[in-house]
């Protein structure tokens, strides 16, 4: 009796299929890693915050955010990243416009120059800003003589933000308007529009979910920021405090509910920044 023999597409189409399907346990295994990952790291962390929030009923809760000091904080938080958050979206989107659209000199030093802050340490990028702005810096003796603060002062502070977050709206947009490339607006510059028409009847509704997607990261990061934040605040309760600095002063102070009272409200933004990111991340594709 001949032995059957089996086509070689046939054998093709089963190797293919060995390769692309992993074995049921490799599966398992990478999906129970994984899930253990994330509730070791990101569910039980705030499940912890959470949890000791409330410890002692939500009396104690609602005053310790009703604290003088804590709602300084907490407006301080929101004028940074209110100060931030649109400075860095029309530079982001200036600077995604230019490196896509144009050729220019040194436009690879722009591309360089935007993923500075992924590179260097917040600690680092404060004290560079003590450096130049503060009593000893290089700038220091003439602010001084002009009374004009900026370290240990609400400017410093949103300066130090601006570093550490500029990069997020550019980076987001400048892959995307590469791949949109300019075919729409160079035909709606053809047919008579001009320049801002064509960006916010053409540009912007194409990069709207991915400038929304930016801008959300860096709302994030604005608010969340510590190390910049820490070196030029001078940790002045009730002025230069932000709500990430407020909680390590409170911990530090063995003041635990208050601590993980206004942690909450930073992990409260992290679950909602999580949520609205899937749902931009949807939205984009």
């Known amino acids: 009796m001949n032995a059957i023999t089996i086509p070689a597409t046939e054998l093709q189409t089963q190797a293919r299929r060995r390769a692309l399907h992993d074995p049921d346990w490799v599966r398992w ?9 994330i509730f070791l790291f990101l569910c039980l962390p705030v499940a912890i915050v959470i949890t000791e929030a409330f410890a002692k009923g939500w009396q104690a809760y609602w005053s310790a955010l009703a604290r003088p000091e804590t709602r300084s904080a907490i407006e301080l938080t929101l004028l940074t990243a209110l100060a931030t958050v649109p400075l860095n979206t029309v530079f982001g989107i200036a ?10 000199p040194g436009k690879s030093l722009l591309t360089t120059l935007i993923d500075l802050p992924f590179s260097v ?3 680092i990028s404060g004290l560079i800003f003590v450096l130049l702005f503060g009593a000893q810096g290089w700038f220091g003796e003439w602010l ?10 609400v400017p410093g502070i949103i300066l130090a933000t601006l570093f550490v977050t500029f990069p997020f709206v550019a980076r987001e947009l400048i892959p995307l308007m590469q791949e949109m ?3 729409e607006e160079e035909a709606a510059l053809s047919l008579g529009a001009g320049g801002w028409k064509t960006f916010f009847l053409i540009t912007l509704p194409n990069i709207k979910w991915g400038l929304l997607y930016g801008v959300l990261l860096c709302n994030a990061r604005a ?10 605040s001078g940790h002045i309760r009730g002025l230069t405090n932000t709500l990430p600095l407020h909680v390590e002063v409170s911990y530090n102070e063995y003041d635990f509910v208050g601590s993980f009272a206004s942690a909450s409200i ?6 909602v920044t999580l949520i609205l ?8 594709r």
Do not use: C, N, Q, Y
């Open 29 to 37: 295994g990478l999906t129970a890693v994984t899930v253990g990952f």
């Open 223 to 232: 608010m969340g920021e510590f190390g910049a934040v820490s070196v030029v």
């Open 95 to 104: 600077a995604a416009w230019a490196i896509t659209r144009f050729e220019f």
């Open 181 to 183: 490339g300019s075919e």
């Open 121 to 123: 340490s917040p600690v």
């Open 144 to 153: 001084s003589a002009h009374d004009v603060k900026i370290i240990f002062a």
């Open 266 to 271: 930073l992990a409260g933004l992290a679950i």
């Open 277 to 284: 990111k899937s749902i931009l991340e949807w939205k984009k």
